[in-house]
């Protein structure tokens, strides 16, 4: 499968270093394509739909597949016309899976670190994540796993209200089950598991951790031979949909104490998982039990909001670039007290989370020197969000 190039995307002439592929074009994608840009890195970006904002970036070179995960996926990883050594940095979670279980066919051609693939399935099912953290001594949420030894009624002795969500992270996107439900009793959280067991084998029940979307924080690394060679703390300043869902506002932390924390919480999960390669996970506070709780990892892959790491002055993406081909590290610019914010749709949705006074506000889409992507989305989103705005007066 050989590289294309459209009218008009900027495509810079090859470099004597290998290029990097990034393995999903979503805003994730295209976050990491600019990161690596930063640095100089040859880029270009694996994808399967025309419209993903990282394939119109000019700093990537989009590559068509039919598929990010199975069989196809290697196929077109093995087939593809980029040199041997091209270094591999995932943006999607289905591709995850398959190129950890496929790791030995795509080594030949590609420099990718990874977790053991057993500690990739385990950070993958929140089910097995759950068990493990718990042996380990990890902080999470107190959580009941309801399946096929363990009735809905076991959710009884759990203080609600309660999130439900499936185990396996993969049901929600090969069968569209929903990510996560709140249920604020018990009969709402039985009725909620008995649909949700109806679509998917086991779920996994945990009490909330009160609090605001700004009581989230995450950190994001890059390991690689039992050293952490860099991470990033974060804070969430806002979730899209609010109280659930992903990051729509953050910044980075800059409070000595609460990164010395949180970096030494981390680094105490990542000597357990034997971790190795690029990676994320979330905690949030715990005003109750006055700590921080885990909410989840991301294991293999880049998470949604990397690109703030890069702004502030810590590219990971960069940084698993050059230590995978064994080059010397540059430094990246650093924006002053930057926040990076999902899009301006999403921080309407968001209810307009609150920006630290002074900060510089960048939008995952929309640059200056790369108005593509934004220019292909915002219409778009601007005729959802007006047609939702319709729908709900008429209601």
């Avoid at 670190?113 to 001594?137: W, Y």
């Avoid at 390669?277 to 293999?300: H, N």
Wanted: aromatic share 10%; glycine share 8%.
């Amino acid at each position: 499968m050989a590289p294309t190039t459209r009218p008009g995307v900027y495509r810079r002439e090859p470099m004597p270093n290998p290029p990097a592929l990034v393995v999903g074009g979503q805003l994730n994608g295209l976050g990491v394509c600019r990161s690596l840009a930063q640095a100089g890195i040859e880029t270009y970006v694996l994808e399967t739909r025309w419209y993903d904002p990282a394939s119109w970036s000019r700093f990537a070179t989009p590559i068509r597949t039919t598929s990010l995960w199975g069989r196809q996926l290697v196929t077109a990883l093995r087939t593809i016309n980029l040199p041997d050594g091209t270094v591999l940095i995932i943006t999607d979670e289905m591709a995850v899976y398959t190129i950890s279980e496929y790791r030995e066919e795509l080594i030949a051609k590609f420099r990718v670190r990874l977790p053991s693939h057993e500690m990739v399935l385990i950070q993958s099912d929140k089910a097995l994540f759950h068990n493990f953290a718990t042996a380990s001594g990890l902080p999470v949420p107190n959580s009941v796993i309801i399946g096929a030894d363990a009735g809905v009624f076991s959710i009884r002795d759990l203080r609600f209200p309660v999130v439900i969500k499936p185990a396996a992270k993969r049901d929600f996107h090969l069968k569209g089950v929903a990510r996560l439900v709140i249920a604020g009793d018990q009969r709402q959280a039985e009725i909620a598991c008995r649909n949700l067991l109806s679509k998917t084998p086991e779920l996994i029940v945990q009490e909330c951790i009160e609090g605001p979307d700004d009581a989230i924080y995450f950190c994001l690394f890059y390991r690689k031979d039992n050293i952490v060679k860099d991470m990033f703390i974060g804070r969430k300043l806002a979730s899209v949909p609010r109280g659930i869902g992903s990051t729509g506002l953050c910044v980075g932390v800059e409070a000595n104490d609460l990164r010395e924390k949180l970096g030494d919480l981390t680094e105490t999960f990542l000597a357990l998982s034997n971790y190795e390669g690029i990676g994320g996970i979330e905690y949030k506070w715990d005003a109750r039990s006055k700590r921080f709780l885990i909410i989840e990892p991301t294991v293999g892959r880049t998470d949604w909001q990397e690109e703030i790491s890069a702004l502030s002055g810590i590219n990971i993406p960069a940084l698993a670039y050059f230590e995978e081909c064994n080059l010397p590290v540059t430094s990246s610019r650093r924006i002053p007290n930057v926040v990076w914010q999902q899009s301006y749709i999403d921080r309407i949705r968001s209810g307009f989370g609150i920006v630290p006074p002074n900060s510089t506000v960048l939008d995952g889409y929309w640059r200056r020197d790369d108005p593509l992507p934004a220019l292909l989305y915002y219409p778009f989103a601007f005729m959802m969000l007006t047609r939702g705005l319709i729908y709900r007066i008429a209601g």
